[in-house]
């Protein structure tokens, strides 16, 4: 069965800091990686994914995330983050050919100013 | 195109009640999901749809059912609702072109906050 493990429920940060959000996932096949964003009071989003090719893919708002296969790892990443970041993140992941994604727990991230 | 639409946005109900939750699609998405999210616990998938007229259990279904008789709707149906249901429920949809699926985006809801008493 898979499982994924979102290893911080809150990360706090300064704003124009970098921060990172971790994410570790368990499955004995390949998988697609994935991390939404869900702003307060709305649905989620997607941030960005990994399917297969290079193994860091970014999205459009300046965050990162690396696929270490050794690891089983898919950490979200930013440089400097704002007060707009400021949301709950949640990574997921899927088995190939199939329906179902599978969520963390979801991480908190506070900008503070 | 309006997306994922999902109503009411908000509902209580009693315990022993039952509802209906709405969600639409206008994207014309194969896929359609049903998901329940509670603090820190993540989403839990309910059920799927790979289209219309077939759906499939995810991880936690016990009492919930749904219905896929068109391709745009994905009805979920409470029959007699319980405390533990008390939840917020999200709808999403997604294209797969089937054997090669499984990386295409999922398109989310608004979601409907559900409060059973």
């Known amino acids: 069965a898979q499982s994924v493990t979102q290893l911080d429920s809150q990360v706090p940060v300064f704003e124009e800091a970098p921060v990172e959000l971790r994410c570790n996932y368990s499955?004995?096949?390949?998988?697609?990686l994935f991390w939404y964003v869900q702003y307060p009071n709305q649905g989620l989003q997607l941030l960005l994914k990994?399917?297969?090719?290079?193994?860091l893919v970014e999205s459009i708002n300046g965050f990162e995330a690396e696929f270490n296969k050794s690891q089983t790892s898919f950490h979200l990443r930013k440089p400097s983050v704002h007060i707009s970041d400021t949301a709950e993140y949640f990574c997921?992941?899927?088995?190939?050919?199939?329906?179902?994604?599978?969520f963390g727990q979801g991480t908190t991230l506070q900008v503070k100013p | 195109n309006a997306g994922v639409t999902q109503t009411p946005k908000f509902r209580i109900l009693k315990i022993g009640q039952s509802m209906t939750l709405q969600c639409t699609q206008d994207?014309?998405?194969?896929?359609m999901y049903w998901y329940r999210q509670d603090p820190g616990m993540g989403l839990k998938l309910i059920y799927y749809s790979v289209g219309a007229g077939i759906t499939d259990k995810g991880e936690v279904p016990n009492g919930y059912n749904v219905s896929r008789s068109t391709t745009e709707d994905f009805p979920l149906r409470l029959e007699l609702a319980a405390p533990s249901q008390t939840s917020v429920y999200f709808c999403?949809?997604?294209?797969?072109?089937?054997?090669?699926?499984?990386?295409?985006?999922?398109?989310f809801g608004p979601g409907t906050r559900l409060l059973v008493l």
């Open positions: 499955s004995s096949v390949s998988v697609y």
């Open positions: 999403a949809s997604s294209y797969s072109r089937g054997s090669s699926g499984g990386g295409e985006t999922q398109y």
């Open positions: 997921a992941v899927r088995r190939r050919n199939t329906g179902k994604l599978i």
């Open positions: 990994y399917l297969s090719g290079s193994t």
């Open positions: 994207m014309n998405h194969n896929y």
